[in-house]
């Protein structure tokens, strides 16, 4: 037991060497007669248990961050209650000398200040994002145009066949490859209906509705789409969850340039976010002519967890939409409006 706990060190030293690790793993599993599994099954439990514990360390921070967060909330409202000669909530009102209490301690100049060590999007604008698009098992022609279509809305993005590959396999695959977006595209009948958006290497993971989508192959006559990096609009997402969204949907694209004539519009209504894809030329000194070049569709999120994909048995859910409530017909929840 003892040799084969010294080969289990021995062997994180050679993965951590790199090239050439598996052939002189081999060797010294044959001169001890233990075999190379072993050895090699040593190394990813040790990847396993270190990558366990850092989204153990990331959701302490991410939980730390929202009960702050909410404190914060509560001793506003009741420092609004105060300035105002209101009556202090009811929610708050056995709290509300301790909260009082607090707010003395409180200065100005910490307005808008986020967490940067926990922020999931701390690289977006530095780095661009390497954006990976796949479908589900056995997709139609149909799907495979589509995501084709994804593959040239996002610039620098790579498509990638399903195949037999699992979920799990395919995160551990772009984790090591750097990759920071896993795009899923998912069908009914040939007709697109879901899209899964995971932020890599922590999360979070966005999931939406596909409605009424409109692709390239489906116009004739289109010609080729630009591949520039575009220009975003973000319209209707102002409230928290939909600013959470904007963040979601706009760190996929890099850092545009100045002179690119390629626009990329999600326009929220009535929680229903509309992607529009045009490009425009100059027709005039202040004339502009704008063309549509495909594909449309509409988004609806439902669902936003913590975690990656491969983690949706045991991840938080962040967000998730109820539709089965009286009120949700009448709900909006990603705008202020």
């Not at 209101?86 to 409180?106: H, K, V, W």
């Not at 979070?204 to 575009?230: I, Q, W």
């Not at 102002?238 to 990329?264: A, C, E, M, Q, W």
């Not at 976010?273 to 594909?295: A, N, Q």
């Amino acid at each position: 037991m003892a040799a084969l706990t010294t080969l289990g060190h021995s062997l994180r030293l050679l993965v951590a060497l790199g090239a050439g690790a598996s052939g002189l793993a081999n060797r010294l599993a044959t001169s001890i007669r233990c075999p190379p599994s072993y050895l090699w099954s040593c190394s990813t439990a040790a990847e396993l248990r270190r990558e366990a514990r850092l989204r153990r360390e990331y959701l302490y921070r991410k939980a730390r961050e929202e009960a702050q967060r909410v404190a914060q909330e509560k001793k506003e409202k009741v420092r609004r209650a105060l300035e105002e000669n209101r009556l202090i909530p009811t929610e708050l009102r056995r709290e509300a000398l301790a909260l009082q209490g607090s707010l003395e301690f409180d200065d100005a100049g910490g307005e808008g200040v986020t967490s940067h060590v926990d922020d999931e999007y701390r690289w977006a604008g530095v780095e661009d994002p390497k954006v990976m698009i796949t479908t589900s098992r056995d997709p139609s022609s149909r799907l495979k145009m589509f995501a084709k279509e994804l593959k040239l809305v996002f610039p620098g993005a790579q498509r990638m066949n399903r195949g037999r590959h699992e979920v799990g396999a395919l995160v551990r695959a772009c984790k090591a490859n750097g990759v920071t977006d896993l795009l899923v595209v998912h069908e009914h009948r040939g007709t697109p209906v879901g899209l899964i958006v995971s932020h890599l290497p922590f999360g979070p993971t966005a999931y939406f509705t596909l409605c009424n989508v409109v692709m390239r192959h489906d116009v004739p006559d289109l010609g080729t789409m630009s591949e520039a990096k575009p220009h975003l609009i973000m319209h209707g997402l102002s409230s928290r969850l939909g600013k959470r969204v904007s963040d979601i949907l706009r760190y996929l694209f890099p850092v545009p340039k100045d002179d690119s004539h390629r626009v990329i519009t999600f326009a929220n209504q009535d929680d229903y976010i509309s992607f529009r894809h045009h490009v425009y030329r100059k027709t005039g000194h202040r004339d502009v002519e704008l063309t549509e070049v495909g594909p449309r569709f509409e988004l609806k999120l439902y669902m936003i967890r913590l975690g990656t994909l491969e983690q949706e048995a045991t991840a938080d859910v962040e967000w998730r939409w109820h539709p089965y409530t009286n009120t949700a017909r009448k709900r909006v929840f990603l705008s202020t409006e």
